[in-house]
């Protein structure tokens, strides 16, 4: 189904929301035709985010929303609609776009298989009404479901499109890009260079792939990495916790520039804390790039003051390698928490690969060296 068509059945010019690989058809119609303009179209931190921005457009305007997302941002939306979207407290509509990762009988990434089974289930034990799009899914269908959904919507209850892999399509697709010169991967290799034996949690996406075939091309082991495949925005979070737990090691956080922003509070937990055994790494491409591309505000704000804000003692962006190599060995070196902000260009190798270990063995086999690092300190 053509995107266009399915925007045009569901009738609203306001769509917010988190961009989605199997949404990129969307993603990529809402920026050829409007931007990030703020009246039409805004890409939001979370998905919790995109529902407050709904209801706020539908008070000032009496209209329906859009929020669209991946499932897996289903976890933040099921506050701000119970208590209030739902008909029971402020009744305000709201018509969700779901891409629909891990979707039964398919095959994808482990982070995604139980969302995808409960994915129906949890939109409708929220009381909202869903339809799915399939690829074989006529735009007659469409149109049948967003008759029975404007219903629904006009007495204050909110619908969703559930879209399965490959079901939207659109013409055109939006190349996106910066002007920035370090790629991720050659940052990676930087800080793995620097790191050494250290602990390293990353966060979800093409970092923790990168990080991956780094080591394997080092034949460093996996043992040193956590490789946060799904949980977007908490790696620092993880990170905060085994610090914590490990205070005469060294742990590094490679983050993201969206995954800082979805959770932005964890930097002032980090901040707090100052745990001075933490060095957190922005990677800041200023795009949801693992998802598409489609932009981010990271170029809009100041990351490095608002982590000073936070309480960090050290906080630095950096746009080339010598001052990255500089500035990673003096956060090693350094008995306090460091933030180290690096602007990397967007892309990545089109042959980039996949964990060939499984998240369970990830798990086992870097609290085994965690658990090493205890008896090594005693040595």
């Known amino acids: 189904m053509n995107i266009v068509d399915l925007v045009k059945v569901i009738g609203s010019d306001f769509f917010t929301g988190v961009p989605d690989s199997l949404l990129r058809p969307l993603g990529d119609y809402l920026m050829d035709t409007y931007g990030v303009d703020g009246k039409h179209h805004i890409i939001a931190a979370n998905e919790?985010?995109?529902?407050?921005?709904?209801?706020?457009?539908?008070?000032?305007?009496?209209?329906?929303?859009?929020?669209?997302?991946?499932?897996?941002?289903?976890?933040?939306?099921?506050?701000?609609?119970?208590?209030?979207?739902?008909?029971?407290?402020?009744?305000?509509?709201?018509?969700?776009?779901?891409?629909?990762?891990?979707?039964?009988?398919?095959?994808?990434?482990?982070?995604?298989?139980?969302?995808?089974?409960?994915?129906?289930?949890?939109?409708?034990?929220?009381?909202?009404?869903?339809?799915?799009?399939?690829?074989?899914?006529?735009?007659?269908?469409?149109?049948?479901?967003?008759k029975e959904f404007k219903k629904l919507l006009a007495e204050g209850k909110s619908v969703s499109f559930i879209v399965s892999k490959g079901a939207i399509s659109y013409d055109k697709k939006v190349s996106y890009k910066n002007t920035y010169n370090i790629t991720r991967e050659t940052a990676i290799k930087h800080i793995v260079s620097v790191s050494k034996n250290d602990p390293?949690?990353?966060?979800?996406?093409?970092?923790?792939?990168?990080?991956?075939?780094?080591?394997?091309?080092?034949?460093?082991?996996?043992?040193?990495?956590?490789?946060?495949?799904?949980?977007?925005?908490h790696s620092s979070s993880i990170a905060l916790g085994i610090a914590l737990n490990k205070p005469n090691n060294k742990i590094w956080c490679i983050d993201g520039d969206g995954s800082v922003l979805m959770h932005m509070g964890a930097m002032a937990l980090l901040g707090a804390n100052s745990p001075k055994?933490?060095?957190?790494?922005?990677?800041?491409?200023?795009?949801?790039?693992?998802?598409?591309?489609?932009?981010?505000?990271?170029?809009?704000?100041?990351?490095?003051?608002?982590?000073?804000?936070?309480?960090?003692?050290?906080?630095?962006?950096?746009?080339?390698?010598?001052?990255?190599?500089?500035?990673?060995?003096?956060?090693?070196?350094?008995?306090?928490?460091?933030?180290?902000?690096?602007?990397?260009?967007?892309?990545?190798?089109?042959?980039?690969?996949?964990?060939?270990?499984?998240?369970?063995?990830?798990?086992?086999?870097?609290?085994?060296?965690l658990d090493s690092l205890k008896y090594s300190q005693q040595t």
């Open 48 to 146: 919790g985010n995109c529902t407050a921005l709904a209801a706020g457009y539908h008070l000032a305007t009496g209209k329906t929303p859009v929020v669209y997302m991946q499932n897996s941002g289903e976890g933040n939306i099921i506050n701000p609609t119970a208590s209030l979207l739902n008909d029971n407290v402020y009744a305000i509509p709201c018509v969700f776009i779901v891409g629909w990762r891990g979707e039964p009988g398919t095959k994808d990434e482990p982070q995604h298989i139980y969302q995808g089974k409960v994915t129906v289930k949890l939109l409708e034990d929220m009381d909202i009404k869903t339809f799915v799009i399939k690829k074989d899914t006529s735009l007659r269908e469409a149109k049948a479901a967003m």
């Open 277 to 369: 055994n933490v060095i957190h790494i922005i990677i800041n491409n200023g795009a949801h790039e693992t998802v598409g591309g489609l932009p981010t505000v990271a170029n809009k704000i100041d990351l490095c003051g608002i982590a000073k804000s936070c309480g960090y003692p050290h906080a630095i962006r950096v746009d080339n390698v010598d001052e990255l190599d500089k500035e990673l060995t003096m956060a090693k070196e350094r008995n306090q928490l460091s933030m180290i902000e690096i602007l990397c260009s967007i892309g990545a190798r089109e042959d980039l690969g996949r964990p060939t270990t499984t998240a369970l063995e990830n798990k086992k086999n870097f609290m085994r060296y």
């Open 200 to 233: 390293i949690v990353s966060t979800t996406g093409k970092a923790s792939r990168e990080l991956f075939e780094i080591r394997e091309a080092n034949n460093d082991g996996h043992s040193y990495d956590f490789l946060t495949v799904g949980s977007m925005g």
